[in-house]
């Protein structure tokens, strides 16, 4: 596939992915959840800090989204527009890390999927920090690729790419708790891959 064939059919993806992730995006008023996570990220810092030890979720999403409605406002179609962005980076992260590993057109086929993908529409279009979470997620197995990639020209873990991958699985795991299921799974990944 040319390169410039690539390029179009992948924004075409992303232009998708946006469309339906906006489409009928403020139909309905927040949920308990979505409120909670509004009300938060109204507050300053510190008090997002201290709330946040009381609750069952990190404080980085809080964090990002009371910067993203400093930007934009509160409403419905602005605190949910975070998770839109989250959720479009997602699909292109998400050919990243499929074109790593396999063909050309089975990293525009993940993307696709994951751009119309139901249950990430509608993740996408909720004020709460699970598609951060796994956009963060996927950048974590990328870092991981880059890594052993790294370690596989040089012999030796490249400083650089493990402090990058450090740096984005911890903010991962400070978004939402789950990340440590992938954590567990990259170590059985790099387990596997020194027994093999």
Known sequence: MKPRTRIILLVLILLAA???RFY???????????GTSV???LRDLPTITENASNDIHPPLYYYLLHGWIGLFDSSEVGTRSLS?????ALVAALYALV???SSENTALLASALAAINP????????TRMYEMAALLSVLSML???HLFKGYKEKGS???????????VTALGVYTHYFVFAIVAAENVAVLLWFII
Do not use: H
């Not at 839109?84 to 479009?88: A, F, K, N, R, T």
């Not at 873990?157 to 740096?167: D, I, K, V, Y």
């Open 18 to 20: 946006s469309f339906l």
């Open 84 to 88: 839109v962005v989250l959720g479009v």
């Open 143 to 145: 870092a991981l690729t």
């Open 39 to 41: 009300a938060l990220a």
């Open 119 to 126: 249950l990430l529409i509608y993740f996408s279009q909720e």
């Open 157 to 167: 873990l490249p400083l650089g790419r493990a402090c990058l991958w450090l740096l």
């Open 24 to 34: 009928r995006i403020s139909v309905q008023s927040y949920w308990n959840d979505e």
């Open 99 to 101: 074109r790593k590993y």
